[in-house]
């Protein structure tokens, strides 16, 4: 599971405590992440989900506990933040493709611009992921004309155009019409396969089942429950988890 | 008329003037009233705290004013010069003073351009690891211009306009040349009158139409 037989965790979360003023939003989470794992959150809205993902890499502040990433803590500004972003890819809700750069340029961006990679070379693997995520034909479109679906995908590649230790993804599946559900869910199986560590905010259970290796559940801001994805789903142990599941069930 | 035929170089070399006046002035006003919109929406309190003091304070100034204070509290009493030659140092210092002016406005358009960018690009571009400039000059500030093409129009054209006030200040653009051909033609005031409005007249509607047209074709289609 580890590829470079590194067996110290990649994200530790220590007593993580968060507010929005005086909105208690993460509450002394502690969550360890290992290289390789795929790990699903799962929970009612507003439960601290995305703050948690937003968290890891620093979109949000935290403040209380600490969260090192790679045996570090977690940079506070500058340089050295942007360097622990690039090395966290993240997968949002509603996509977030660079709107005025074609779907080439959004994959090639971070490696020019951060990495510093030539041009050609950043083209040419950037085609290499496109085709990768099915999207090839499309390369010099912009974001407006592809279909939600086809966006994420764009936006998971760009995500791994940056060689990222890992990828968060929040609700990747949630804007989507249902039919291109599965054609996201499937390029994250596949990378999940791969070995890529992923945190994967979803509600998608199918996925959960067939890729995740553990199941996270919160609720108003704390990890509730943690399970396999098999026995969290089957014989969830608290009766939050319960109630929870049997809603999303009825769906 | 026969005035104008009579006087059309004169009129031609004070448009000149006027044009060159606009678009040097343009271009600093595009320049530093980006900066200002950087630092409005800068993560340092002290940066915002001065460009939205900048555009307060120069915004609620007569322009008249402040080309008044250029040509003679900087050009007189502080002594700032450009150039040996008179006319063209009051030429550089109504050009700082109309570049200053038009800045404060071209910020605040930018700023409502950086508005309507969507939370989601500048996050995105955070996490992919672009640093604040970068964001700012790559992904925020592009579509931010994008979006305000046909606001920075009107600012030419109010700031086309505006150039006439650097005669307050003795610049020989069109405006002062014509008060000189009144002077000059007192039996032809009317149709030089009407000459130059139409002059301005071919100035700025082109330049309407042109910041239309480059509105719809650098829209970003979301
Ligand atoms: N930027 C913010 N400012 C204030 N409150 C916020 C902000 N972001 C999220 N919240 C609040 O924090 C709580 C947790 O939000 P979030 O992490 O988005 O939950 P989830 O992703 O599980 O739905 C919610 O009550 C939400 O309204
Ligand atoms: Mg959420």
New binding site residues.
């Given amino acids: 599971m580890t590829e470079n037989g590194d067996a110290t965790p990649l994200v530790v979360l220590k007593d993580v405590n968060k507010h929005?003023?005086s909105?208690h939003?993460l509450r002394d989470i502690n969550l360890t992440i290992s290289r390789g794992e795929v790990v699903v959150v799962i929970?009612?809205?507003?439960?601290?989900?995305?703050?948690?993902?937003?968290a890891i890499n620093r979109l949000?502040t935290i403040d209380g506990g600490t969260i090192t990433f790679d045996g570090q803590p977690l940079a506070a500004e500058g340089k050295a933040l942007a360097r622990l972003r690039s090395e966290v890819g993240m997968v949002f809700q509603s996509f977030n493709l660079f709107a005025h750069k074609t779907i080439l340029e959004n994959v090639t961006l971070g490696p020019i611009k951060v990495r510093g990679v030539a041009r050609a070379e950043a083209e040419r693997r950037g085609m290499e992921l496109l085709e990768r995520v099915g999207i090839g034909a499309q390369a010099s479109k912009y974001p407006a004309q592809l279909s939600g679906g086809q966006q994420q995908r764009v936006a998971i590649a760009r995500a791994l155009a940056m060689d990222p230790k890992m990828i968060l993804f929040?609700?990747p599946t949630s804007a989507l019409d249902p039919e291109m559900v599965q054609e996201v869910l499937d390029v994250m199986v596949r990378l999940a396969a791969e070995g890529m560590t992923m945190v994967v905010?979803t509600h998608e259970m199918g996925f959960a089942r067939r890729a995740a290796d553990r199941v996270v559940f919160?609720a108003d801001?704390q990890i509730v429950e943690e399970n396999a994805p098999d026995e969290f789903f089957t014989a969830p142990r608290t009766e939050r988890a319960k109630d929870f599941l049997s809603k999303i069930l009825t769906h | 008329m026969q005035a104008l035929i009579d006087e059309h170089r004169v009129i031609l070399e004070a448009f000149w003037l006027t044009i060159r006046l606009t678009l040097a002035s343009g271009f600093m006003a595009l320049v530093l009233g980006t900066i200002l919109a950087a630092m409005r929406v800068s993560p340092l309190p002290v940066l915002r705290a001065i460009g939205t003091a900048y555009v307060n304070i120069v915004r609620n100034t007569p322009l008249t004013l402040v080309i008044v204070f250029c040509g003679l509290g900087l050009g007189l009493v502080l002594d700032v010069s450009f150039s040996t030659s008179l006319s063209t140092n009051y030429l550089w210092l109504s050009i700082i003073g109309l570049s200053a002016y038009t800045a404060a406005f071209v910020c605040e358009a930018i700023r409502a351009g950086i508005n309507t960018v969507p939370v989601g690009q500048a996050e995105a571009a955070r996490a992919i690891g672009l640093t604040f400039m970068q964001n700012l000059r790559l992904i925020v500030l592009p579509q931010a211009l994008r979006s305000v093409v046909a606001p920075l129009g009107n600012i030419l054209i109010a700031l086309t306009k505006n150039t006439t006030i650097a005669a307050a200040i003795g610049v020989g653009e069109a405006s002062l040349t014509m008060k000189t051909l009144f002077e000059a033609h007192g039996d032809a005031v009317v149709p030089i009158f009407f000459g130059f409005a139409v002059a301005f007249l071919v100035l700025t509607l082109p330049t309407g139409l042109l910041f239309t047209w480059l509105s719809k074709r650098l829209a970003v289609i979301r």
Avoid at chain 1, 43 to 54: E, I, N, V, W
Wanted: proline residues 5%; negative net charge.
């Fill in positions: 929005f003023g909105l939003v929970g009612p809205s507003g439960s601290g989900k995305s703050t948690l993902c937003r949000e929040d609700e905010v919160m801001g």
